[in-house]
């Protein structure tokens, strides 16, 4: 049974920084995605950064939401199988629910693409 457990979000001021971290367990494939989402209220929810990983090679492929690009930073630690978001510069738009998503195939930023999801985690970022 796949099991994405998040945490790590929290309310800071505009500027301030948090590291969301994603607990993965349960899965294995060959070739994947793991990523993680953010949602607002009347929203769909949006792609905001994701990692292409093949097993034989690790992580070969980084994707970023043009939003957040040169501040947030994705990572893996494979010993803890654990996904990072490191989201620094935090502006009040970055506000939401973040979700970590994982399997992902097709496209990166698709959330229908991906069959396994944490529970999320509330980002509250205040000018």
């Known amino acids: 049974q796949v099991q994405l457990v998040e945490s790590g979000g929290g309310s800071v001021q505009a500027g301030g920084s948090l590291r969301l971290s994603c607990a993965a367990s349960?899965?294995?494939?060959?070739?994947?995605?793991m990523g993680w989402f953010r949602q607002v209220p009347g929203k769909e929810r949006e792609g905001v950064a994701a990692?292409?990983?093949?097993?034989?090679?690790?992580?070969?492929?980084?994707y970023y939401a043009d939003s957040v690009k040169g501040r947030f930073t994705i990572s893996r630690d494979n010993a803890k199988n654990t996904l990072y978001l490191q989201m620094n510069s935090l502006q009040p738009e970055d506000t939401g629910i973040y979700y970590c998503?994982?399997?992902?195939?097709?496209?990166?930023?698709?959330?229908?693409?991906?069959?396994?999801w944490g529970q999320g985690t509330q980002v509250t970022v205040s000018a």
């Open positions: 349960g899965y294995t494939s060959s070739s994947y995605y």
């Open positions: 990692i292409y990983i093949i097993n034989t090679y690790g992580i070969v492929n980084t």
């Open positions: 998503a994982a399997a992902g195939r097709g496209w990166w930023s698709r959330s229908s693409d991906y069959p396994y």
